[in-house]
């Protein structure tokens, strides 16, 4: 084979090898999936629940912000309680030890805000956190520092208010809602997060 040739072939291969980025359409997939919980999650609900392995889930009528997240991955066909639990068990020292935990624990750790903070950053993107709207973009993945101390985490939306900055669906004490909150909190991330096998809108498993 000449060099020419086998130089090209090397580089398709390289290229095909890289991970796509994520794009504007599975963002909006994304943005789809975490809407069509508003009206249906409607109560905040943050106790402790034994849950299914995979695809444990708690009433889809409660549930706390990171659960906006979870039901809109699952949407799209990825299980983030089954890609947490995998991704700490094989990497626990990376994780955050903030709950006392010798082990990992598949009923609550993916619905924790640091752990996933920690999740998308090993296995998607972490972005600067700044305060400018056009930073962000449909179906990014932001965490806050609420008043009280507690972290919150919220999606994207692919609408904005009139100023330009972008509305974010999350669930912060009255179920799920689409609402003017991305500069409200103190921001703390900003992550995006879509993996090869997410699956489009509308696809079916």
């Not at 889809?60 to 700490?88: F, K």
């Not at 805000?113 to 709207?133: C, E, H, Q, S």
């Amino acid at each position: 084979m000449g060099s020419k040739k086998l130089f090209a072939k090397v580089s398709l291969t390289i290229l095909l090898a890289v991970p796509l980025p994520a794009t504007a359409d599975s963002g909006r997939c994304l943005v789809e999936a975490a809407r069509k919980q508003i009206g249906v999650t409607v109560l905040y609900d943050s106790g402790y629940r034994r849950l299914p392995y995979p695809n444990g889930d708690v009433p889809q009528d409660r549930g706390v912000c990171t659960d906006v997240l979870i039901r809109a991955y699952r949407q799209l066909g990825v299980d983030l309680q089954v890609r947490v639990h995998e991704d700490m068990s094989a990497a626990w020292r990376a994780y955050p030890k903030n709950w006392g935990l010798s082990r990992p624990d598949s009923n609550i750790d993916h619905r924790r805000v640091p752990n996933l903070g920690t999740f998308f950053t090993r296995k998607g993107k972490a972005l600067p956190v700044t305060r400018n709207a056009k930073d962000f973009a449909p179906g990014d993945l932001v965490t806050w520092r609420l008043p009280s101390g507690v972290p919150h985490v919220g999606i994207v939306s692919d609408r904005k208010t009139a100023s330009g900055v972008p509305l974010v669906i999350h669930n912060i004490g009255q179920g799920t809602q689409e609402e003017d909150a991305l500069f409200v909190f103190t921001l703390t991330g900003h992550y995006r997060y879509a993996p090869e096998d997410l699956r489009p809108c509308g696809r079916s498993r």
